[in-house]
């Protein structure tokens, strides 16, 4: 390891061990050699297909799924994030952090993330919609099925009213 300008730690040597080909237990070559020369620790994300990701995640509960779609670069999360379904995508954001929750839903197209706030409890819609720009929180309720708007716009309207008093 060496120092960086920045005072950050940085590999720049590994040790690695040559394989025989066709040889079983035979200790090969061992030699260090330079960070750089060295590939295949860390695959490219269009290497990594999400549905590979999908699948590892099926069987998480929600809140799990929350976590690791946080740690997420914001190019795989919303990869992730189109393959799901509505419930299932809804039920995982409701787990998020709000600014999260925004950029997510700023990467669907308006229809989906219209579904998306249908499939949310409302109270959690309501809070989600209370983060967006006025005009693009009421463009996504007039996309939202009426009977499925009302409460989140209810509660919408209560949060954004100032208390009197």
């Known amino acids: 390891m060496a120092r960086t300008p920045s005072r950050d730690w940085e590999i720049?040597?590994?040790?690695?061990?040559k394989g025989k080909p066709g040889r079983l237990r035979r200790k090969g070559e061992t030699l260090t050699v330079d960070?750089?020369?060295v590939s295949g620790f860390a695959l490219r994300e269009e290497d990594q297909g999400a549905a590979n990701l999908l699948a590892t995640f099926e069987q998480l509960r929600p809140a799990d799924l929350a976590s690791v779609l946080h740690h997420?670069?914001?190019k795989r999360r919303s990869e992730v994030a189109a393959a799901l379904d509505d419930?299932?995508?809804a039920d995982v954001m409701e787990e998020l952090p709000?600014?999260?929750q925004v950029a997510i839903l700023a990467t669907l197209h308006q229809?989906?993330?219209a579904d998306v706030l249908e499939a949310m409890d409302p109270?959690?819609?309501a809070d989600l919609l209370s983060e967006l720009p006025q005009a693009e929180a009421e463009q996504l309720l007039q996309l939202m099925e009426p009977d499925e708007a009302a409460p989140s716009a209810a509660c919408s309207a209560t949060r954004s009213t100032p208390p009197a008093g």
């Open 123 to 125: 109270d959690d819609a």
């Open 35 to 37: 960070w750089s020369a």
């Open 87 to 89: 419930e299932r995508l």
């Open 12 to 17: 720049d040597k590994v040790f690695v061990e």
């Open 111 to 113: 229809e989906r993330a």
């Open 98 to 100: 709000e600014d999260d």
């Open 72 to 74: 997420l670069s914001a």
